[in-house]
């Protein structure tokens, strides 16, 4: 499948009430998930560095997965945002209670999978999802945006859909505009 050239840009977040709702909606879908045992945290991308078209790096420390049949309309996303207050250790800190924050994007209906990488030269996190469904990508980002802001620089919150692309065609890196901040590069691989 050919990665699309007509990338959808974010859109205005939710209202504070409309993205409230959907979170406690994903929460109660979460909850489901788990007692099924559908949701996985494999291995196989953590530790890999993702490069991206803006000159920043960082490193996949998460993968989260839930076990689904493939996605009809499959649709890249990727997330970026800066936290506010943390600096030094903090962000070590902040990789390792971000597992808590699973149940706020896990239930969202399209959920694939998600690569969560840590803060970049710049001190900003991004997130590499597949969703299944670009408008159902888009709400996801626009309920998250109202997450993210109590915690984070609201100017740094950013997100692309990039319908049409698997994450795996994604991390290839073919077929995306040249300048885009969210485009990766390269993708290198952990040491044996």
């Known amino acids: 499948m050919a990665i699309a050239t007509e990338v959808e840009f974010e859109r205005a977040p939710l209202p504070v009430t409309a993205a409230a709702k959907a979170v406690l909606r994903c929460v109660a879908t979460t909850v489901r998930l788990l007692r099924a045992r559908r949701i996985r945290q494999p291995a196989d991308h953590v530790g890999e560095v993702l490069s991206f078209a803006d000159g920043s790096s960082a490193r996949v420390y998460r993968e989260t997965v839930v076990a689904r049949a493939p996605a009809a309309e499959p649709c890249a996303l990727v997330v970026e945002f800066r936290l506010r207050w943390v600096r030094g250790r903090g962000h070590a800190l902040f990789r390792a209670e971000s597992l808590l924050n699973t149940p706020l994007f896990v239930g969202f209906p399209g959920f694939v999978s998600k690569l969560w990488l840590a803060h970049d030269q710049h001190g900003i996190y991004r997130g590499v999802y597949e969703w299944d469904g670009p408008d159902l990508a888009h709400a996801y980002a626009r309920a998250l945006w109202r997450v993210l802001a109590l915690v984070s620089e609201p100017a740094s919150i950013h997100y692309t859909v990039v319908p049409g ?17 969210w485009r990766v590069t390269s993708v290198t691989r952990p040491a044996a």
Request: proline share 6%.
């Open 165 to 181: 692309c698997t994450r795996s065609e994604l991390l290839a890196g073919s077929g995306c505009p040249d300048a885009a901040w």
